[in-house]
């Protein structure tokens, strides 16, 4: 998601026992849910 005026950006995904599996800080990146 990018909305005007943020200035920085990141996402992280976690498993139902609170394990990270994926992260990012670019915009451009999709999850493709694997």
Do not use: L
């Not at 990018?2 to 915009?27: C, D, L, Q, Y």
Request: charged letters at 25%; a negative charge.
């Amino acid at each position: 998601m990018v909305h005007p005026g943020f200035e920085e950006f990141s996402i992280a995904i976690f498993n139902r026992w609170g394990a990270k599996i994926w992260e990012t800080t670019a915009p451009e990146i999709r999850w493709d849910g694997r």
